[in-house]
């Protein structure tokens, strides 16, 4: 086993801080979701239709998910009446998606029990403290995409090009 450096042992107790502090979001949503009624992936699809601008392919596009998962999702949406959707006005072919009045109560319980937890959890917390705490998680969070462009550059320019067929899906060499 490597020897451990002092150097080292700040790093380490950050990484363990910041996993808790990511494990116990994630804890947290699943319970915010779950006091609603709702898994946490039926909770993304709601809040992003309730900014109006929901589109399912980008959707699924930017959570990695396939298109059929996403479609499941909003079926059992519209199935528990939480969604309604619509033909949009401008082109048939596109769907318009919107929280239904009981979508919208559901998503209003979410947001009391968020901000009942933020207001726990936050408030008593030095303001300088999280001015410091904001600064240093945006540096870090910024840090961390550059490395992933980079890690993805990197590696795309490794295996060179993907070619797509017509339905998008990745032919592999």
Same mark, same amino acid.
Do not use: C, N
């Given at each position: 086993?490597?020897?451990?450096?002092?150097?080292?042992?700040? @790093?380490?107790?950050?990484l363990?801080?910041l996993?808790?502090?990511?494990?116990?979001?994630?804890?947290?949503?699943?319970?915010?979701?779950?006091?609603a009624?709702?898994?946490?992936? !039926?909770?993304?699809? @709601?809040?992003?239709?309730a900014?109006?601008d929901? %589109?399912?392919?980008?959707?699924?596009?930017?959570?990695?998910?396939?298109?059929?998962?996403?479609s499941?999702?909003?079926?059992?949406?519209?199935?528990r009446?939480?969604?309604?959707?619509?033909?949009?006005?401008? +082109?048939?072919? !596109?769907?318009?998606?919107?929280?239904? $009045?009981?979508?919208?109560? $559901? %998503?209003?319980?979410?947001?009391? +029990?968020? !901000?009942?937890?933020?207001?726990?959890?936050?408030?008593?917390?030095?303001?300088?403290?999280? +001015?410091?705490?904001?600064?240093?998680?945006? +540096? @870090?969070?910024?840090? %961390?995409?550059?490395?992933? !462009?980079?890690?993805?550059?990197?590696?795309?320019?490794?295996?060179?090009?993907?070619?797509?067929?017509?339905?998008?899906?990745?032919?592999?060499?």
């Amino acid at each position: 086993m490597p020897k451990k450096h002092k150097s080292d042992v700040p @790093l380490r107790a950050a990484l363990e801080a910041l996993q808790r502090v990511s494990d116990a979001f994630a804890r947290r949503r699943g319970q915010l979701a779950r006091g609603a009624g709702l898994t946490e992936a !039926q909770w993304r699809v @709601l809040e992003q239709i309730a900014a109006e601008d929901f %589109m399912p392919s980008l959707f699924a596009r930017r959570r990695e998910q396939t298109p059929a998962a996403v479609s499941k999702l909003i079926r059992q949406l519209l199935d528990r009446g939480l969604v309604e959707v619509s033909i949009s006005s401008g +082109d048939a072919r !596109q769907r318009k998606y919107a929280l239904s $009045t009981k979508g919208r109560q $559901t %998503m209003e319980i979410v947001r009391q +029990d968020r !901000q009942r937890a933020v207001e726990r959890i936050w408030s008593g917390l030095d303001a300088r403290a999280l +001015d410091a705490f904001a600064g240093f998680a945006g +540096d @870090l969070a910024e840090r %961390m995409e550059a490395h992933e !462009q980079a890690e993805t550059r990197r590696k795309s320019e490794k295996t060179g090009p993907e070619k797509t067929r017509r339905g998008g899906s990745v032919v592999r060499k």
